[in-house]
Structures are given as C-alpha cells and as structure tokens.
C-alpha cells in the first residue's frame, strides 16, 4: 500500500537522499539552493507557506515533491524524486495531484516548475498532467533549461 503524506521530522533523511540520488542519478552538482533546501526544509519551505508530500510504501518513503510559495501566490512544484523501485506504479502523477489539491485549496493561480530538458520521463508526466512551456524565466539553478506552469 502506498500512501502520499505531509512531511514529518522523520523525513528529513529520506528527504535529503531521494532528493540527492536523483540529483546524482541525473549527473548534476548539488547547487547552493539544493543545499539549502535539503537541509532546512522546515524554513525554507514549510515556514513559508509551502508543503513536502511524501510517498510511503508499508511506512517507508519512496518518493517525494514539495510545494514553495510564490510571491505571485502561486507554488513552484519542487524536488520530485521516485525510488527506482517505486518507478511505475503512479506516484509522480499522485504526487502531482496532492500539489494541484493544496494548490487549489488555498486559491492559487497556478502551478510551476523549472526542470532540464534531459528530464524526458518528468516532462512528459507534466504535459500529461497539464503544465505547458514557458520562456526562460529568471532561476538559482544552472541545470534548469526548461520552465513550465498549469494554470489551476
């Protein structure tokens, strides 16, 4: 059984390294706003007004996403990492629908995200789920090459 829920204290290690074995997996650097919100994500995130969901199979996470607050009163979709093991089974799109639910509760305009163009697998799970491009926007990440939103 797998389950999406609201980050706990007993998350922050599984937070840290799904976050990182993706980064890794992917061949990018851990950059100093990756650093930072690994580290703090009570005060970077959830301090702010944002949310980390968790997937947990039989109690043990397998993946995650955050939510940030933005200054537009929109949330950026953030730090989505499955296990390899935990791949197929519809947690990205769950997880997405947890964001687009919380979202839509507190009466934002819309969802974005910042990803790189390698990410073929992702970007193609945000088409489906309703996000379209965006030109080049303004972002901490050297990695990032490609912007979207899904206007709620």
């Not at 199979?57 to 607050?69: E, K, N, T, Y």
């Amino acid at each position: 059984m797998i389950d999406i829920v609201s980050y706990r204290p007993d998350h922050a290690a599984a937070w840290r390294s799904l976050n990182e074995d993706w980064l890794r997996a992917g061949g990018y650097a851990l950059e100093a706003k990756d650093q930072l919100v690994l580290s703090d994500p009570r005060g970077v995130i959830l301090y702010r007004g944002g949310h980390i969901f968790i997937a947990e199979r039989d109690g043990a996470p397998v993946g995650c996403c955050s939510l940030m607050a933005m200054a537009d009163g929109g949330f950026e979709v953030g730090k989505m990492a499955v296990t390899e093991g935990a791949r197929g089974l519809n947690l990205g799109w769950r997880l997405l629908e947890a964001c687009a639910a919380v979202a839509r509760g507190q009466g934002a305009p819309r969802l974005y995200l910042e990803t790189n163009a390698a990410q073929t697998h992702a970007i193609a799970l945000y088409r489906r789920f309703g996000f379209v491009d965006l030109p080049a926007q303004p972002t901490p990440y050297e990695r990032c090459n490609v912007w979207m939103e899904k206007l709620l």
